[in-house]
Structures are given as structure tokens and as C-alpha cells.
């Protein structure tokens, strides 16, 4: 089969030049620190108030704290809710949809029955004081029944922008996760998938994390978010504000058949794989 994982890619993820491009012009306090999440879009309101609002995203962490290769010192705040025993309640995402947390699963086409067009939104903000940048890149595996692709061509990723059956287009890729909101999303239309597909799962992976040594814990604002494309309204949520810092890849849900329905899966779980090894995992080579 073989999957190129480069073609197409411009730059930062053959010579190395991602530190210098990136670091420090894009990122570089101003951004991060002081507009674009400073308080108002994560602050206190997208995470919850407690795990990490305002403190970890408002102004500290993105402005002056979390540089310093202390990147996490913020985020065991958030750890007790975002585990499997926290029970909080259900809070609205700033985009008005449902608040998922890990392993929650959301029934998405029962009782909504014209549901057809979906985007699966996918957003992070990372710092880069230190003069690092982080490509981040969503994957969508689409998997039969064995639990595997039926065959290279349905990994839609940077370089494979279309399933074979049309119903899951990627939207483009994002090399920096500047800004807020989605900074790479995939279209999804729930009646073109191929019916030997059961499941369709989401990964974001780290662009040569291994090479850059980087990790999951140095990415903050991280979050899988499901609009209806019909009206533009947000179905729901799933921050990933776990404690990924030993991870360079999160599988972060799935939007998968139950019966005649679609459901979607909060999965959020953390793995040591790098893209090659989730191809691999899920049975391409
Ligand atoms: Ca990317
Ligand atoms: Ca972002």
C-alpha cells in the first residue's frame, strides 16, 4: 500500500527548519499570551473555570510560567476532572454544544434524524517562547469490522484528502495551531460512508515529535469539537486537558455505527505512537 507521509508538505517536517520559521515570530508571546486566549476564549470559560481557566491559559501560562519547559506546572489542576471518576456537570462549550468528558458517548443521529453533514473540529494552541513550533495533524482512520482499514486509502490525513467512498474530506493542514478556534477540521457526510465502515476514528498526532522531543504536554487547549454542518451548531465538545505529557499522539474519539445510528465516542487517550505506528496499529503498512 504504502503511505507517504511527506509528499506535499512543505516544510517543517523534513529539514528541521519548523524552530526557526515558527518559533518566535508567530508565537511569540504575542498571540498566545495576550489575544487570542488571554481570558477570554479559554479563560475560565471553554475549560471549565476550574481545570484551567485563566490561570493555565489567561495570561499565565501562554504569557510567562509555562516556557520554561515547565509546561505543565498548570495542568495537574486540571487532572480531577477530567478522569474517569469526576462526574461534573454538564457545562456549555463556549460554542453552545454538550461538554463531553473521557469515555462519554453521545448519540448523534437518534433523535436527530436529518443529521447528515458534520465537521469534526479540531483545535490546540502550543507555546513556543522557547523557540519550538508544533505541527499538529489530525487523522481519521476509517475502520471495518476487523478494527482495521480496509486499506491505506481510507487514512484521510494531510496527504490523503478524500476517503474513497467522498464521505470524509480533510479541510487542510494547519502547521503552527496559531490562532483559537478549529485549526483543522475534516468534513464528514454520514450517508456516503462506505457501509463495510463501522467505526471512523480521530487521531492528532505530533509532526516528528520524536525528533523534536516533543510531547503532548506541551500542548495546551486541545480539543475535539463536532459542529452540524446543516446550521453551523456545535453538537459538542471534548476538551483534551488530560495530562498527555508522555504522549506524542491522542486518540481523541470516534464517531462510530451503533445499529442504524451514529454515536460518538470521548475517548481521549493518550499514546505513544507516532503516525507510522497508528497506521500500523490499525493494520496499514
Ligand atoms: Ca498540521
Ligand atoms: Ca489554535
Not at 489575544?35 to 475560565?44: D, H, L
Not at 454538564?90 to 454544544?97: E, K, N, V
Request: negative net charge; charged residues 15%.
Amino acid at each position: 500500500m504504502g503511505i507517504n507521509f511527506n509528499s506535499g508538505r512543505p516544510s517543517n517536517n523534513l529539514g528541521g527548519q519548523g524552530g526557526i520559521q515558527q518559533g518566535g515570530i508567530q508565537q511569540g508571546g504575542i498571540q498566545q499570551g495576550g489575544i487570542q486566549q488571554g481570558g477570554i476564549q479559554q479563560g475560565g470559560i471553554q475549560q471549565g473555570g476550574i481545570q484551567q481557566g485563566g490561570i493555565q491559559q489567561g495570561g499565565i501560562q501562554q504569557g510567562g510560567i509555562q516556557q520554561g519547559g515547565g509546561q505543565q506546572g498548570g495542568f495537574p489542576g486540571g487532572a480531577p476532572n477530567n478522569g474517569f471518576g469526576a462526574a461534573p456537570a454538564p457545562q456549555a462549550s463556549p460554542g453552545g454544544g454538550l461538554v463531553l468528558t473521557k469515555g462519554q458517548k453521545l448519540d448523534l443521529t437518534k433523535g436527530n434524524a436529518g443529521l447528515d453533514f458534520l465537521k469534526i473540529g479540531l483545535g490546540w494552541d502550543t507555546n513556543t517562547l522557547q523557540g519550538q513550533s508544533y505541527d499538529l495533524d489530525a487523522e481519521v482512520f476509517l475502520l471495518g469490522q476487523t478494527n482495521t482499514v480496509p486499506s491505506s486509502s481510507h487514512i484521510v490525513f494531510y496527504n490523503n484528502m478524500v476517503s474513497p467512498d467522498g464521505s470524509i474530506r480533510y479541510k487542510g493542514d494547519n502547521r503552527d495551531g496559531q490562532g483559537s478556534g478549529d485549526d483543522e477540521s475534516v468534513e464528514i457526510q454520514l450517508s456516503r460512508v462506505s457501509l463495510d465502515i463501522q467505526k471512523i476514528v480521530f487521531t492528532v498526532t505530533i509532526d516528528e515529535a520524536i525528533r523534536k522531543n516533543q510531547n503532548f504536554g506541551q500542548v495546551s487547549n486541545a480539543y475535539i469539537r463536532i459542529v452540524n454542518q446543516a446550521n453551523g451548531s456545535e453538537i459538542c465538545r471534548f476538551d483534551l486537558s488530560e495530562d498527555y505529557s508522555t504522549s506524542i499522539s491522542i486518540l481523541a474519539g470516534e464517531v462510530y455505527r451503533h445499529g442504524n445510528e451514529w454515536k460518538f465516542n470521548a475517548i481521549g487517550t493518550g499514546l505513544t505512537l507516532d503516525l507510522a505506528g497508528i497506521c500500523a496499529h490499525y493494520g496499514a503498512m
